[in-house]
């Protein structure tokens, strides 16, 4: 494996929080989503569900 140390994170630089804001891609192409967050993640997790882990469907 190679590791560039210039792409490393600081000691201590630990991201607590990330968050989505898709207001530019609306803003300047009139692009909505057809499916909401709640039912992405409800179907994403049904998905993963009916794949037993091991099955090689998915890595986590």
């Known amino acids: 494996m190679v590791t560039d140390a210039s792409r490393l994170r600081p000691a201590a630089s630990e991201v607590d929080r990330?968050?989505?804001?898709?207001?530019?891609?609306?803003?300047?192409?009139?692009?909505?989503?057809?499916?909401?967050?709640?039912?992405?993640?409800?179907?994403?997790?049904?998905?993963?569900?009916?794949r037993p882990a091991g099955s090689g469907a998915y890595a986590v």
């Open 18 to 50: 990330l968050l989505s804001d898709n207001s530019l891609a609306r803003d300047l192409t009139g692009w909505q989503p057809d499916v909401s967050l709640e039912d992405g993640l409800r179907a994403t997790w049904q998905w993963a569900a009916e």
